[in-house]
Antibody, heavy 117, light 113 residues
Framework: EVQLVESGGGLVQPGGSLRLSCVAS????????MNWVRQAPGQGLEWVAI????????IYMDSVKGRFIISRDNAKNSLYLQMTNLRVEDSAVYHC??????????WGRGTLVTVSS | DIVMTQSPDSLAVSLGERATINCKSS????????????LAWHQHKPGQPPKLLIY???TRYSGVPDRFTGSGSGTDFTLTISSLQAEDVAVYYC?????????FGGGTKVEIK
């Protein structure tokens, strides 16, 4: 089955760190741009970051620049998001998304990140 | 940043009737290099991950029923569900892939009347 499965979410205090992982099955993500997209409780969808097939290009939304790092390991068919200096407003379900070019072609179910003291 | 504005916020439509959702972008999404509109529509059902329905404004993604039609160009776009089915109850989002940061509309909730 073609799918993306995220892990690594949880409860963390403001200023803390988390590393999200996403594993692809049923296909190779090496040929796709990959994204992280989040949805805060009761809110809409918000794109977070994108990484090129070979990892040579990365783009972030302004509010996470300098705090989040997107990376990939094509040999492990995996995508990552290292999140540091987390804020309450970063609380959300984080979805791993396979790109169709820069479109969002396949979504994972997501992992919940809660930033709270 | 390109701002995406959807309307209405919600709508209730009878089974078998037409549903129409509008999306307006603050800048043109038409690329001069390939003459394509970089606009997508996604469907998000409760408890499920979102799904891509339409890209390049009017191209249906693999497996999407033909009752879903995307149209428009430049800054004004429309998603039409020609004959609403019970399984179409969801929130629908437009999204631009023309310029980073990639941005979404606020969503339109579609329900059965």
């Amino acid at each position: 089955e073609v799918q993306l499965v995220e892990s690594g979410g949880g409860l963390v205090q403001p200023g803390g760190s988390l590393r999200l992982s996403c594993v692809a099955s049923g296909f190779s993500l090496a040929n796709s741009w990959m994204n992280w997209v989040r949805q805060a409780p009761g809110q809409g969808l918000e794109w977070v970051a994108i990484i090129k097939e070979d990892g040579s290009e990365k783009i972030y939304m302004d509010s996470v620049k300098g705090r989040f790092i997107i990376s990939r390991d094509n040999a492990k068919n995996s995508l990552y998001l290292q999140m540091t200096n987390l804020r309450v407003e970063d609380s959300a379900v984080y979805h791993c998304v396979r790109g169709l070019g820069w479109y969002f072609g396949l979504w994972g179910r997501g992992t919940l990140v809660t930033v709270s003291s | 940043d390109i701002v995406m504005t959807q309307s209405p916020d919600s709508l209730a439509v009878s089974l078998g009737e037409r549903a129409t959702i509008n999306c307006k972008s603050s800048q043109s999404l038409l690329s001069s290099s390939d003459n394509k509109n970089y606009l997508a529509w996604h469907q998000h059902k409760p408890g499920q991950p979102p799904k891509l329905l339409i890209y390049w404004a009017s191209t249906r993604y693999s497996g999407v029923p033909d009752r879903f039609t995307g149209s428009g160009s430049g800054t004004d776009f429309t998603l039409t569900i020609s004959s609403l089915q019970a399984e179409d109850v969801a929130v629908y989002y437009c999204q631009q892939s023309h310029t980073a940061p990639l941005t979404f509309g606020g969503g339109t909730k579609v329900e059965i009347k």
